[in-house]
């Protein structure tokens, strides 16, 4: 199993483009987490999806920020008008041992 | 919501030493506890958890301590190693059955 997927690794985009994050989870999970980490407000959920339904979203900003998860094997976390301050590590997880992937970086000048 | 606090911040040890990193929540309906590993351009890692009806659990040099009365979970690592030098973080699991909260991690820095 190659474990949770993140692409890309690094995204550096202009403020008000929009910016694209995808996930693949591990094989047969169809559910998922998306996580936020900054040096201020550390490790943080955006989203919880079970079954491949949202059912915490909370931890979502602002309307910029949407997720979908639209099969098992793919979500994507979408910013739109993207801004500096969205500039952090972004993580997907699968539960069943809470399993990372490597992460996004996305900077956003 | 859950309120998690992690202490130390920061901890530097030498070789061969033991450390303790602590753990403090506030939800008294949290009842898995695990510990992170996180180190640099990675994503977190699971490196050990605790159910609530345990008290200890040990893997190898690593062990997690949870005391449910006072809301507090520890990680022991002994015999450290500069690969255990990253930072770690506590992510208590709350009543949603879900959630984790992580706290804002302890620097563990291992002095060969």
């Known amino acids: 199993d190659a474990g949770v997927i993140q692409s890309p690794r690094h995204e550096v985009t202009e403020m008000g483009q929009e910016v694209t994050l995808r996930c693949k989870p591990i094989?047969?999970?169809?559910?998922l987490f998306w996580y936020r980490q900054t040096m201020m407000r550390g490790l943080e959920l955006l989203i919880y999806?079970?079954?491949?339904?949202?059912?915490?979203d909370s931890g979502m900003p602002e309307d910029r920020f949407s997720a979908k998860m639209p099969n098992a094997s793919f979500s994507t976390l979408k910013i739109q008008p993207s801004e500096p301050r969205d500039s952090a590590v972004y993580f997907c997880?699968?539960?069943?041992?809470?399993?990372f992937g490597s992460g996004t970086r996305l900077t956003v000048v | 919501g859950e309120n998690v606090e992690q202490h130390p911040s920061t901890l530097s040890v030498q070789e061969g030493d033991s450390a303790v990193i602590k753990c403090t929540y506030s939800?008294?309906?949290?009842?898995?506890f695990p510990w992170y590993k996180q180190e640099l351009g990675k994503g977190p890692q699971l490196i050990i958890d605790i159910r609530s009806n345990v008290g200890e659990k040990k893997d190898q040099r690593i062990a997690v301590t949870l005391n449910k009365t006072a809301k507090h979970f520890s990680l022991h690592i002994t015999e450290t190693q500069p690969e255990d030098s990253a930072v770690y973080f506590c992510?208590?699991?709350?009543?949603?059955?879900?959630?984790?909260?992580f706290g804002k991690g302890t620097l563990l820095t291992v002095n060969p």
């Open positions: 939800d008294s309906a949290s009842n898995y």
């Open positions: 992510a208590p699991r709350g009543g949603s059955n879900y959630k984790l909260t």
């Open positions: 997880a699968s539960p069943g041992g809470y399993t």
């Open positions: 094989s047969g999970h169809n559910s």
């Open positions: 999806f079970n079954n491949n339904v949202p059912i915490d």
